[in-house]
């Protein structure tokens, strides 16, 4: 087993550009979380899907971000245009059910920085 | 309201002391809990759960954590802490166990000294 695989580990990038936060949940899991942690905020949870559907997207913070969940195997979070405050890591979550009952997998997250 | 609170936001403690962290939550059942642990550049592993029946529960890494409903706290404890223990601890409570996400304390970081 893999774990949850998130791509890139690093991702710099300059204000105003897009930038796409890419993960693989384990498979077999049905839910799928993504949070974003910083020092002053600490993790927040942005959006999560079950089933490939959107179930709570209320952390999403502006229309900048996306989430897309095009399968079960692959989830996608977009910055479009990026800024300097969504400098974060940001890791992706999966769980086997869609109660909280199980805990989450986490992968290694990505750190996005914005210049 | 529904919260997560972790006072310590850091902690030094020596190899082979004990360590107890704090957790506490505002809520009004007895929610899951859970505590996970992140190492530098690491996600988060699951160190242990609760959900019901036995207050003490036991996880990975010799660590046990005890649900107190009288105050509403769920202290992650080990007796005697290795160097490799350090990293930052998260408390993890899921408020309602259908279709909300877990909720995150604001976590605590745990030195060793030698």
């Known amino acids: 087993d893999a774990g949850v695989i998130q791509s890139p580990r690093h991702e710099v990038t300059e204000m105003g550009q897009e930038v796409t936060l890419r993960c693989k949940p384990i498979?077999?899991?049905?839910?799928l979380f993504w949070y974003r942690q910083t020092m002053m905020r600490g993790l927040e949870l942005l959006i999560y899907f079950n089933n490939n559907v959107p179930i709570d997207d209320s952390g999403m913070p502006e229309d900048r971000f996306s989430a897309k969940m095009p399968n079960a195997s692959f989830s996608t979070l977009k910055i479009q245009p990026s800024e300097p405050r969504d400098s974060a890591v940001y890791f992706c979550a999966s769980s086997p059910g869609q109660g909280t009952g199980y805990g989450y997998t986490f992968g290694s997250g990505t750190r996005l920085t914005v210049v | 309201a529904q919260s997560v609170t972790q006072p310590d936001i850091h902690i030094t403690v020596s190899e082979g002391a004990s360590l107890e962290l704090r957790c506490n939550y505002s809520y009004g059942a007895t929610p899951y809990l859970f505590w996970y642990v992140q190492s530098p550049g690491q996600g988060l592993q699951l160190l242990l759960k609760?959900?019901?029946?036995?207050?003490l529960v036991q996880g990975i890494k010799g660590f046990e954590a005890e649900f107190k409903r009288s105050q509403s706290s769920f202290n992650l404890r080990k007796p005697s802490v290795h160097w490799s223990d350090a990293a930052e601890y998260f408390c993890a409570v899921a408020f309602d166990t259908g279709r909300r996400a877990l909720t995150f304390g604001s976590g605590t970081r745990l030195q060793v000294q030698p």
């Open positions: 498979s077999g899991h049905n839910s």
């Open positions: 609760y959900f019901s029946g036995d207050t």
